[in-house]
């Protein structure tokens, strides 16, 4: 619409309907253009921080509980933008002698005070919508860098395309975070799941390991794309929330599947052996826990 025709429709001038539709824009609720406003649509459509803040608050930090609990102390770790790893960088405050490289104003915001974390943070351009640093000069700051785990969440992710977000700039700096990484960690929760938009970031073969919560059992879609991800080989961590209280790391449901190491970059220095075992292990006990978990939902 116009703005003089939404200056008709609810009575008021335009200077006022353009300052108002400025600030729906910034709530991810429409976009601006020449003259007047439309309706995000589909692929394009992107949430400011005011709106996704505010959505699936309980979920974000069950996810935030779960994945710090894979971050151990002395990494080194690269933390991109988003909702869920702002609630992330609260967790690794904790963590001694961690190493924490972000393009994200809240990361580092969130880590200003640990005296024990230190941060690194990428040059280029602020970009207000999600308090990001994007553009060629965050990616040429990237250049040359290796950490053990990449930390990202996006708007979208499904088995075909992997991770997306429907910003190009904000994609391109994703790209490089993962490229500094030798395994790549997704935070997302299950709004997101089966939703895809339009720049992909991390392909469905690039992810490690997807940290996600429960979807709800009317929820198909969301637990079809979980599987399909699964059989792709990527590790899922699922994080529950009971009650609308989000469930502490220590409590919570994790479904891991193992990774076919040739598709996973090796840390400098690791011990492949070691790698090897902790993951058998790990597989052991993530079907001991789905079977279980199966035979629960089979009851119910």
Same mark, same amino acid.
């Given at each position: 619409?116009?703005?003089?025709?939404?200056?008709?429709?609810?009575?008021?001038?335009?200077?006022?309907?353009?300052?108002?539709?400025?600030? $729906?824009? =910034?709530?991810? *609720?429409?976009?601006?253009?020449?003259?007047?406003? +439309?309706?995000? &649509? %589909?692929?394009? #459509?992107? @949430?400011?921080?005011?709106?996704?803040?505010?959505?699936?608050?309980?979920?974000?930090?069950?996810?935030?509980?779960?994945?710090?609990?894979?971050?151990?102390?002395?990494?080194?770790?690269?933390?991109?933008?988003?909702?869920?790893?702002?609630?992330?960088?609260?967790?690794?405050?904790?963590?001694?002698?961690?190493?924490?490289?972000?393009?994200?104003? $809240?990361? =580092?915001?969130? *880590?200003?005070?640990?005296?024990?974390?230190?941060? +690194?943070?990428? &040059? %280029?351009?602020? #970009?207000? @919508?999600?308090?990001?640093?994007?553009?060629?000069?965050?990616?040429?700051?990237?250049?040359?860098?290796?950490?053990?785990?990449?930390?990202?969440?996006?708007?979208?992710?499904?088995?075909?395309?992997?991770?997306?977000?429907?910003?190009?700039?904000?994609?391109?700096?994703?790209?490089?975070?993962?490229?500094?990484?030798?395994?790549?960690?997704?935070?997302?929760?299950?709004?997101? *799941?089966?939703?895809?938009?339009?720049?992909?970031? +991390?392909?469905?073969?690039?992810?490690? #390991?997807?940290?996600?919560?429960?979807?709800?059992?009317?929820?198909?879609?969301?637990?079809?794309?979980?599987?399909?991800?699964?059989?792709?080989?990527?590790?899922?961590?699922?994080?529950?929330?009971?009650?609308?209280?989000?469930?502490?790391?220590?409590?919570?449901?994790?479904?891991?599947?193992?990774?076919?190491?040739?598709?996973?970059?090796?840390?400098?220095?690791?011990?492949?052996?070691?790698?090897?075992?902790?993951?058998?292990?790990?597989?052991?006990?993530?079907?001991?826990?789905? #079977?279980?978990?199966?035979?629960?939902?089979?009851?119910?």
């Amino acid at each position: 619409m116009s703005l003089r025709e939404l200056a008709r429709v609810v009575q008021t001038s335009e200077v006022t309907v353009r300052r108002d539709v400025r600030a $729906l824009e =910034a709530e991810g *609720l429409l976009d601006r253009r020449h003259g007047g406003a +439309v309706l995000p &649509g %589909g692929f394009t #459509r992107e @949430s400011g921080f005011p709106q996704k803040s505010h959505l699936a608050t309980a979920e974000k930090t069950a996810i935030a509980d779960l994945a710090a609990g894979f971050v151990e102390e002395g990494e080194a770790i690269v933390v991109g933008a988003g909702t869920t790893t702002q609630e992330l960088a609260r967790r690794l405050a904790r963590v001694p002698g961690l190493t924490v490289v972000t393009n994200s104003l $809240l990361v =580092a915001q969130a *880590l200003a005070h640990a005296n024990r974390v230190e941060v +690194v943070m990428t &040059g %280029g351009t602020l #970009r207000g @919508s999600n308090y990001a640093l994007v553009g060629s000069g965050a990616e040429q700051s990237l250049q040359g860098l290796r950490v053990s785990r990449a930390f990202l969440s996006g708007s979208g992710l499904t088995a075909e395309r992997g991770l997306s977000t429907s910003n190009m700039l904000s994609a391109s700096v994703d790209r490089a975070l993962v490229q500094a990484a030798a395994e790549v960690v997704v935070l997302a929760d299950h709004t997101k *799941l089966g939703t895809d938009t339009m720049f992909q970031t +991390v392909p469905t073969d690039v992810i490690t #390991r997807l940290v996600t919560d429960e979807p709800p059992g009317h929820d198909d879609r969301a637990a079809t794309e979980l599987q399909a991800l699964a059989d792709q080989g990527v590790q899922i961590a699922v994080a529950g929330a009971a009650g609308g209280e989000p469930v502490p790391a220590s409590s919570a449901r994790r479904r891991d599947v193992p990774l076919p190491g040739p598709r996973r970059g090796q840390v400098p220095g690791g011990n492949p052996g070691l790698r090897t075992a902790a993951v058998l292990g790990d597989q052991s006990a993530g079907a001991d826990r789905e #079977r279980a978990r199966v035979a629960d939902l089979r009851r119910r």
